[in-house]
């Protein structure tokens, strides 16, 4: 019997298999946009790379368009740092050999007649390179040197056989002034790579993009171009003042020749902002020519040296001192001892202090530096004649606590974040709570602990600003290469260290100190200047060295500038005192007052090694006496020194 076939109907799809077939397309759907979002990141991101491998099958000419670095300028415009473009010279020997050589001879008499290049020496370079493209013969020509060759190749009527030849573009740094801000500035190293000052810090705004160019020949036999501008960088307008910066060098290069000092440095800050006008160390270098150890040792020392032994002399050569090296201030620290006992009210504005001409303090009897003592003296005149004696009171009535915490405030021991690379920050290098009476007592005059020029500077001007702490800085904008603003670094508030009626107190003390105290030789006619002298006796104690210092401000009633001298140990014969230090600070200022258009004020003090008290009485010159005596620190007998530091207490001075 026959079977009969039974005819299929259409295919009932199950629920399972719709779930199953939903997942396969949903697969695929998030596949292909996966793979879009890849092929979108690769063309945003390295489509460049991939256009170089598609036209490398191809017969096709590449090169890279160089960005121009930007330029650093001073507040004013001056150029400090610039690129310039240079070529260097590119050989093709193949073509220079193509077409039976008939391109060699023209273009090496060219060569020869534009460059001097000797025609034989050239020649046998191309014959040992006959397979070579791409030969970098010369290097950083100037347009000017190349500018006759170019000529040439472009009057082909005239010299139709002028073959093989190229010029590639780059940028070289430049600085107009060489060796001047070279501690602000720092310089580049191959590859635009910032080292030191602000070369290094903005690197990455300085530094542009790179552009290319492509050439290639399609199926048509045409030449095809395809051209990526190079994106130039950003300038860096800075705070330093040209002119203020040239005079504080001039006057850096005559007293490190005539004091002959182990370092000598000079910080000029605008208070009112943190504005840095003017930085500058003993220790300078060509910009062009940052490497040259030529001027720092003879040729047999450089002949002897390692490339270790190189690098460490040119980082110690590089180094910025007024932000990396650490020291231990001495008096100029005495005005942030007395702000902060005045500001917590551990002593008051009225408040007199007997100065007897030493404490006895944790076991040790340290002096003033007077040994006959000061007598009754007021706030004011503790800080204008220096007394030890009224400072080691002052931190026994505001206590370690106190005395530590506005410290602080008043940026000893961190970084004032300034932006410059390098920067010391003293961490370990301040005492803490924990420390003993005497290391108190010796801390309030600034012994026994460190700082850095710039962490002094920064505290001062808070304190004769009215109490605000600016941060310090050395950049004011960056401009695109067309003059737009792209960032403006205005005055950065970090904080309120004290109030008006405290910092009014201690200027006072400050201007007084000027007019009848220690730094009386620091007086500039037809100005009122204020500020503080220091000598700190360096470790180890006993030696007989000492950095001397002078911090000053003017106008008295509304700051404007800030500057700070600290010659470390002059080691001339009969300069080791302190009135020498003025004598820097007083040449740089009596340009730099009327330059900057501070008006004078009154009339001329006239400097003396004696001058009276309030009182009536005569005061004895801090560093004038027949001892050279220093902030309670000079050589005594035993136990009259300051009390050898701490596991804390270093001079890292000059490391």
């Not at 004011?380 to 530590?404: I, P």
């Not at 009386?520 to 700190?536: D, N, Q």
């Not at 009596?590 to 009154?602: N, R």
């Not at 004696?610 to 220093?630: M, Q």
Request: with cysteine.
């Amino acid at each position: 019997m026959k079977k009969t076939r039974r005819k299929k109907g259409p295919v009932k799809f199950t629920r399972g298999m719709t779930n199953r077939l939903l997942f396969i397309f949903s697969i695929v759907v998030i596949g292909l946009v996966v793979l879009c979002g890849r092929l979108v990141y690769i063309y945003k991101n390295q489509g460049g790379d991939y256009n170089i491998k598609v036209l490398e099958q191809q017969n096709y000419s590449n090169k890279t368009i160089p960005y121009k670095r930007g330029d650093i300028l001073d507040r004013n415009g001056v150029v400090l740092a610039t690129s310039i473009k240079v070529y260097n010279l590119i050989l093709d020997p193949k073509i220079m050999l193509s077409d039976d050589g008939k391109y060699l001879e023209p273009t090496l008499e060219a060569l020869n007649t534009c460059f001097g290049y000797d025609a034989n020496e050239v020649r046998q370079l191309v014959n040992e390179n006959a397979t070579r493209s791409y030969y970098v013969f010369d290097k950083k020509l100037t347009y000017e040197q190349i500018e006759v060759f170019l000529d040439m190749q472009k009057d082909t009527d005239t010299y139709p056989n002028i073959q093989g030849v190229w010029f590639e573009s780059e940028y070289e740094r430049k600085y107009p002034f060489n060796s001047l801000a070279c501690n602000v500035l720092g310089f580049t190293s191959s590859g635009n790579v910032g080292v030191w000052g602000i070369e290094e810090y903005y690197s990455s705004y300085l530094n542009g993009v790179d552009g290319r160019e492509y050439g290639y020949v399609n199926n048509n036999n045409v030449m095809e171009a395809v051209k990526k501008p190079a994106e130039n960088g950003n300038n860096i307008v800075s705070t330093i003042d040209f002119n203020v910066q040239s005079i504080v060098e001039k006057w850096v290069e005559y007293y490190t020749e005539y004091y002959e000092p182990e370092n000598l440095g000079v910080v000029i800050m605008d208070p009112r902002n943190g504005e840095v006008l003017a930085m500058a160390g003993m220790n300078s270098y060509d910009l062009n020519n940052p490497r040259d150890l030529a001027g720092y040792y003879t040729e047999e020392e450089i002949a002897a040296m390692t490339d270790e032994d190189k690098l460490d002399a040119l980082n110690k050569i590089w180094r910025n001192y007024c932000i990396s090296d650490t020291y231990e201030p001495g008096s100029t620290a005495k005005p942030f001892t007395i702000a902060s006992a005045l500001e917590e009210g551990k002593i008051a504005s009225s408040m007199q202090f007997t100065c007897d001409g030493s404490e006895h303090v944790g076991g040790w009897n340290i002096k003033c530096h007077k040994k006959s003592g000061h007598g009754v003296i007021s706030i004011q005149q503790s800080l204008a004649y220096s007394c030890n004696d009224a400072m080691m009171q002052t931190v026994v009535a505001e206590g370690k606590d106190v005395f530590v915490d506005y410290q602080s405030r008043f940026g000893f021991g961190s970084k004032t974040r300034i932006d410059l690379p390098g920067e010391e920050s003293c961490e370990n290098l301040v005492k803490d709570a924990t420390m003993g009476d005497a290391d108190l007592a010796t801390n309030s005059f600034g012994q026994n602990f460190n700082t850095t020029m710039i962490q002094l500077a920064a505290g001062f001007s808070s304190v004769i600003n009215g109490g605000y702490y600016y941060q310090p800085h050395v950049v004011k904008q960056i401009l695109n290469e067309n003059g737009g603003i792209v960032e403006t670094f205005d005055k950065n508030l970090v904080k309120q260290v004290a109030t008006k009626e405290t910092c009014d107190i201690v200027k006072e003390g400050l201007k007084m100190c000027v007019e009848s105290g220690t730094g009386t030789k620091g007086a500039i006619e037809g100005y009122t200047i204020s500020g503080k002298t220091g000598t700190a006796e360096k470790l180890p104690r006993g030696t007989g060295e000492y950095l001397l210092s002078f911090i000053g401000f003017a106008p008295y009633d509304s700051p404007e500038v800030v500057c700070y001298v600290v010659l470390d140990n002059p080691r001339a014969e009969g300069k080791e005192n302190t009135s020498n230090c003025l004598d820097v600070w007083t040449s740089i200022m009596a340009e730099v007052l009327p330059y900057l258009d501070i008006y004078k004020e009154v009339q001329e003090v006239a400097p003396g090694a004696e001058s009276e008290n309030i009182d009536g009485s005569v005061f004895e010159d801090e560093y004038n006496n027949a001892t050279n005596e220093g902030d309670g620190t000079a050589p005594q007998d035993e136990p009259d020194r300051v009390p050898p530091a701490d596991t804390n207490t270093t001079n890292n001075s000059n490391e």
